[in-house]
């Protein structure tokens, strides 16, 4: 009698086990069963029931199949092992197939398992007969070599009671790292990094160890496999270990391993069947795998090359059969693709490829060849075209709706899409909106929100959906459906999603067939809802990128300034400009293209471009900027404009925005409401200096009328001649405050002692004050010298004086300060009073700002103060707040050089003036006393003087006899003393000029002195100025007095 099969089913479902063991009997395979289903059941039965086969489901409650390999490896490796499971991903079979499976069969594929069972049976009496030949090959080994004779690996001989290491070879020092010496005096599981499995194994008597993890002498860790030995040794129980360092096995299994998981995964794509067809008694067989391509149930009826022809597509029958004849007929191998209809109805893209087949005696008995279903390529390749054609529609659309409509057509391609719209979610206003609708029976519904409908759901979850049937129609029941028309039988939606983000959803309906949309089309709408997406989103920021920059240009066109941007250079300074509008072009008259080859240098005019570094240090501190300066036109003529900068990235470099605007008609206004304003306050100053010229009259008059009257003692007429000249310097001060403030005197600089000067101001401010107010000076101890017009610094602090007793009414207390810090000085103006409102603070130099009430001030003593800080290169700032009285603090730069002589009228008279040598000097002055007066100094100081009361009796006096030096009033009778300077030095080139006055035009003045070498007095001057003017002019030294104020 035959010997039953043990085969151990290892299954918690007796169904199931029934079910494999109907299969077995089916197969003809006469075997016992045993069932099991726990681990403890599953190691008694490897030990009594001793299985010769093992059906192990893959997942149990308990217990699975990957412990039952782990298991049976180690208790039963002979046993073959077969994993029996409903489904198992190609990860799972892999790993299943790696841990020592024989093989997996699929539950639906239970046909497969008699003849799997009886290979797996078979392979395993082979390996076993071949580890059965090799172990006893190595027993015979062990018993004429034992130790030494693999000296390739590393071989140990072990007590099995103790562990302790008897014996061991060359190769083993050479691996491990230690010495024969050193191994003697260790335990075996010394070396391993897994001690416990090591003793267990010497203790199981295991002669086979695929792989251990030991540990080397250096602590290296590394992967062995080891062959063992049993045997008695001198009467003890020992076993030889042959070790190897299985390092480089196990890089090759895991690259095997991989290599496998590409073939297994390369055959699952390649998905290739094969056939056989002999026409002659029409048999015809196919694979189990053509089975599974072709949709065929393996248990079905006997496959029939009519059946197999009755699958292709009705339209590509006629091609099989033009290439199944070829084949025949020239013996030729053919190939041709064509379209498979499973049962089901499903279609698939195959290759076919067949070639003759000739019997033993060379007649031809039929053909055979293979199918590979090509389907997911041909659907990459349409994928990757219809992915392609999406990016084209997107390049060629010029508009959102354009690019709607083209990739609706492009979904139409593939399915039914005559109801076909894109739900976009918008950003602005939160809102789903629905700008592409296309339907056969409604018209696009109103903007829903996230959430609502079946688009919502889609846009809410981020997946795909596929509804139809009751599934649909209870939605709709719900009212979760949005219904433009009749309600949808069939819809289907996917999201749209950019880097992660839902923006919208892309939707298909049916109205008459349910069955319209399958999942494959689900999957393929899927499939290219990304592109469709990044091509919807590229093209909406296209839209809206053209739409600001069209709103930019309109913008930028239509505002009255003009518009400059322009990049920073490396260095800091401004770059070529990069953009300009419309009016900057027709302002400057150049064309665009010429302004962008152009820099802010070349607009600028002069005095404009000397301001830009400062501008810039601005720009980079604040990040803004807004100040006047001068544009040159492209046909020279100037613009006064006002230039507001910001500063901001371009292409990640800085950059600026200039706008200017055209201020001229604004400067034209001011300079009316200037001009209008100090007329109004003309009367008011009139009086004034009425008041205080007629005080000085007086004064002058009864000094003179007391003389004649009564003829002084020398020492009583020195003293009136002196408190005469300090009425004559008083006298002078008026017409320059008034210059000042009209901005046409040429201020005179010299080097002046910073307390003195305070002092006169003190002197001249104090009977001027109300007795209610206490002033007082608190002056530096030492002497600070400055370069500066004297007059000048006094008007500041006499105007601050002023301006601080009148914000005290009720009296309080002025106090005047010096002082000096490195190379600068400074002075304080500080009162008690109510203090400046921080509100006003900013406007207070403003001309003709005042708070006082009408009538009572001109608003024109601050900014007269704020004039002359400014043109002596000073500073000025305002402390205190409201209550808190004000603080006016001054810094002025200090002068490196003390002056020589005083200038001031009535300075010292006596010798030591620089005289004449002879030198002949023409006085041309038309007022016949100040003529007289300065013609009889210059001859007492050694001159030899001649006069003209007007041009042309100095032209006349010129052509008789030469002048050394000409001293000319600005102002003559019918012509200008520069315009008659300059003919006379025509004439004689050699001739020195000095001009006076005592009333000039400022700017006339820097136009037309700036060449013509000449000195400059201001009248009133005492005869030690115009000696040193005169000595200076004759001896060529420089000019005193250039055009902008400052001595040269």
Not at 314 to 332: H, W
């Amino acid at each position: 009698m035959e010997a039953l099969l043990r085969v151990m089913i290892v299954e918690d479902q007796a169904a199931e086990a029934e079910l494999a063991e109907r299969e077995l009997g089916r197969s003809g395979i006469a075997f016992d069963p045993l069932r099991v289903e726990t681990r403890e059941a599953f190691v008694d039965a490897l030990k009594r029931f001793r299985p010769e086969v093992i059906l192990c489901d893959f997942a149990l409650p308990a217990f699975n199949a990957m412990e039952a390999l782990e298991i049976a490896n180690r208790l039963a490796p002979w046993v073959p092992v077969l994993v029996v499971t409903g489904a198992l991903d190609d990860a799972q079979a892999v790993s299943v197939l790696a841990a020592g499976a024989d093989d997996y069969i699929l539950k639906d594929r239970m046909a497969r398992l008699g003849p799997a069972v009886q290979r797996a049976i078979e392979n395993r009496r082979i390996r076993r007969e071949n580890a059965a030949a090799l172990q006893a090959l190595r027993e015979s080994e062990e018993r004429y070599r034992r130790l030494f004779e693999l000296e390739s690996d590393a071989i140990v001989l072990v007590d099995n009671e103790t562990g302790h290491v008897l014996e061991v070879n060359a190769a083993a020092t050479t691996l491990y790292g230690y010495s024969r010496d050193e191994w003697l005096r260790m335990n075996h599981a010394d070396v391993s990094a897994e001690p416990e499995r090591t003793r267990q194994a010497a203790v199981d008597g295991l002669t086979m160890i695929p792989l251990r993890w030991h540990r080397k002498r250096d602590g290296t860790v590394f992967p062995v496999e080891i062959t063992a030995s049993h045997f008695d040794w001198h009467g003890r129980p020992v076993h030889v270990a042959a070790i190897r360092d299985a390092s480089e096995r196990i890089r090759a299994e895991e690259e095997l391993r991989s290599s496998r998981a590409q073939l297994l995964e390369a055959q699952r794509i390649a998905r290739v069947g094969s056939w056989r067809f002999v026409p002659a008694d029409g048999t015809f067989e196919w694979s189990e795998e053509m089975l599974r391509l072709l949709g065929i149930r393996p248990d079905g009826a006997a496959p029939t090359y009519e059946a197999y022809r009755r699958l292709i597509h009705p339209e590509d029958r006629t091609m099989f059969d033009a290439s199944v004849r070829g084949c025949l007929v020239t013996g030729e191998a053919q190939e041709v693709e064509f379209r498979i209809v499973r049962p089901d109805g499903t279609i698939r893209h195959v290759i076919g490829r067949g070639e003759r087949e000739r019997g033993d005696g060379g007649d031809r008995v039929g053909f055979h060849g293979t199918i590979q279903d090509v389907t997911e390529q041909r659907k990459g390749r349409d994928l990757e075209a219809t992915l392609h054609g999406i990016f084209e529609a997107a390049r060629a659309a010029s508009t959102l709706t354009e690019l709607f409509a083209a990739l609706h057509a492009i979904v139409g391609r593939f399915m039914p899409a005559p109801n076909f719209h894109f739900a976009l979610l918008d950003p602005a206003t939160g809102l789903v909106e629905f700008p592409y609708f296309v339907d056969e029976t409604g018209a696009a519904p109103q903007p829903i929100r996230p959430g609502a409908g079946l688009t919502g759901r889609v846009l809410s979850t981020g997946e795909p959906l596929l509804l139809s049937g009751e599934a649909l129609a209870d939605v709709t029941r719900r009212g979760d459906a949005v219904v433009s028309g009749g309600p949808s039988v069939q819809w289907l939606g996917v999201p749209l999603t950019v880097g992660g983000r839902v923006i919208g959803a892309m939707v298909l309906e049916s109205y008459s067939d349910a069955a319209t949309y399958t999942e494959q089309d689900r999957d393929l709408l899927s499939s290219l809802s990304v592109a469709t997406a990044e091509a919807i989103e590229r093209k909406r920021a296209e839209q809206a990128l053209r739409e600001s920059e069209a709103r930019y240009r309109l913008l930028f066109n239509s505002s009255n300034d003009a518009v400059f941007v322009l990049r920073i250079a490396e260095d800091g300074s401004p770059g070529r400009f990069v953009e300009v509008n419309d009016v900057a072009c027709l302002r400057l008259g150049y064309r665009r293209e010429e302004l962008l080859g152009m820099c802010p240098a070349d607009v600028h005019s002069e005095d404009t471009e000397m301001r830009v570094p400062e501008i810039m240090r601005r720009l980079r501190a604040e990040g803004r900027a807004v100040w006047e300066g001068t544009h040159v036109a492209k046909d020279g003529h100037t613009i006064p404009v006002e230039i507001s900068n910001h500063l901001f990235e371009l292409d990640g470099r800085p950059a600026v925005l200039a706008t200017v605007r055209d201020i001229t008609e604004r400067k034209r206004l001011e300079e009316q409401a200037l001009l209008s304003r100090k007329m109004e306050v003309a009367g008011t100053i009139a009086g004034g200096v009425a008041h205080d010229v007629n005080n000085l009259l007086q004064a002058m008059l009864a000094t003179v009328q007391s003389l004649r009257m009564r003829p002084p003692e020398p020492e009583r007429l020195a003293a009136e001649l002196a408190a005469l000249e300090e009425l004559i310097r008083r006298g002078a001060r008026l017409p320059r405050q008034l210059l000042i403030f009209s901005r046409r005197e040429i201020s005179t600089r010299e080097i002046v002692e910073l307390n003195e000067t305070v002092r006169a101001a003190g002197r001249m401010v104090r009977p001027l004050l109300p007795e209610t107010i206490a002033f007082a000076l608190d002056l530096d101890e030492g002497r600070s010298f400055l370069r500066a017009d004297r007059g000048q610094i006094e008007q500041v602090v006499a105007n601050l004086a002023l301006n601080a007793a009148e914000a005290m009414p009720d009296g309080g207390a002025l106090t005047v300060r010096t002082g000096r810090d490195g190379d600068r000085v400074w002075l304080e103006v500080e009162d008690t009073g109510p203090g400046i409102p921080a509100a006003i603070r900013d406007r207070i130099f403003e001309p003709f700002f005042t708070t006082k009430p009408a009538g009572r001030g001109t608003g024109l003593g601050l900014p007269v103060v704020l004039g002359i800080v400014t043109s002596h290169d000073g500073t000025i700032a305002v402390h205190g707040g409201a209550g808190k009285g004000a603080r006016f603090r001054i810094v002025l730069p200090a002068a490196s050089e003390e002056p020589a002589e005083s200038s001031q009228i009535g300075g010292d008279l006596g010798a030591g003036l620089p005289s004449g040598k002879g030198e002949r000097i023409l006085i041309v002055e038309d007022e016949a006393g100040a003529r007289e007066g300065l013609a009889e100094i210059l001859a007492m100081l050694g001159y030899e003087v001649a006069t003209a009361a007007s041009a042309e009796e100095t032209v006349a006096r010129c052509a008789a006899r030469p002048f050394d030096l000409l001293l000319t009033d600005m102002m003559l009778p019918g012509r200008s003393g520069i315009e008659l300077a300059s003919d006379l030095k025509a004439r004689c080139p050699g001739l020195r000029v000095i001009l006076m006055s005592g009333y000039t035009d400022e700017d006339l003045l820097r136009r037309r002195i700036r060449t013509s070498g000449a000195r400059f007095l201001q009248k009133p001057f005492d005869m030690a100025t115009l000696a040193r003017a005169a000595r200076a002019a004759l001896d060529g030294e420089d000019a005193a007095a250039p055009p902008d104020g400052r001595e040269r």
